[in-house]
Each structure stands twice: as C-alpha cells, then as structure tokens.
C-alpha cells in the first residue's frame, strides 16, 4: 500500500496546534464540506499529514500520521459526515507560513492556494516534502 500525503487546515481557536502536542492524538471531526469529507474517508492508517493553523496563524505547524482510517463524525448530530484519528508526528523547526509557500514557484498549484477554503486536501508527495525543506532549521 503506497503512503499519501494529506493537509488538514484548523482555526487555533478551535484546535490548536499546541493542544495537540499535549494530547498527542485527536480525533479530527466537525468537517461539514463534502469535499472535505471525501478526502476523509480516502486517508489511510499510516498517511502522512502536515498541520495548517489557519486564520491568525496561517502556517504549516508540524506533522501528523492517520491512525484511525474514517469513521462516524461523533460531533455530527445529523447527515453522513465522517472523522478520523490523527497521531501526532512533529512540530516543524519553523513554521512555514503561507507567504513562503505562496512565493515558492514549486508549490504555485498547491490545493491549499487554489482551494483556500477547503479544510482537508490530498498534496503530492513532492509537495509534502518541499513544505518539510521550507520547514526545516
């Protein structure tokens, strides 16, 4: 089975990415997009996931790893919307804000430019790791 590479977008009003290097695991629900919701039920255990703080932020944090594949949304009182189980993997040396990858020329067709709104988004592998470089000490 060959690893995909995902980018989950939060307000860190509603989950911050320092909760989550307190919990070390999430369930990440609330995603009311279809879209958004598709992407969900695609991840597999083991995917790889970047972090995005959205809004007052607006940088990539860190790293995740897919633990549990989709399941019922358990914050969803009605509809057909799903969750899954985030692991946490690490932070990023520096944050790579969303001016850096919009100035990269290698990221210009990045889901998270073209798509803003959308909160789950599949990336390129390449992508993945370019985001990784840009983040690194």
């Known amino acids: 089975m060959t690893t995909r590479y995902w980018l989950v977008k ?8 320092e909760t989550f ?15 958004a919701r598709n992407h969900l039920r695609a991840m597999k255990k083991g995917d790889q996931v970047l972090f995005y703080a959205s809004v007052t932020t ?3 944090m860190g790293t995740a790893t897919v633990a549990k594949e989709f399941f019922p ?3 969803a009182t009605e509809g057909d919307w799903s969750a899954v189980e985030l692991k ?16 990269d020329p290698r990221l210009a067709q990045l889901p998270l430019l073209r798509q ?15 985001i990784l470089q840009l983040g690194a000490a």
């Open 88 to 103: 946490l993997g690490a932070s990023l040396p520096r944050p790579v804000e969303l001016a850096a990858i919009k100035a």
């Open 21 to 35: 290097l307190r919990e070390k695991r999430t369930v990440w629900d609330g995603v009311r997009n279809y879209q």
């Open 73 to 75: 949304d358990p914050s």
């Open 116 to 130: 803003s709104r959308l909160s789950v988004m599949p990336l390129e592998k390449a992508d993945f790791e370019r």
């Open 10 to 17: 939060t307000e860190p009003e509603a989950y911050a990415w």
């Open 58 to 60: 607006k940088a990539v």
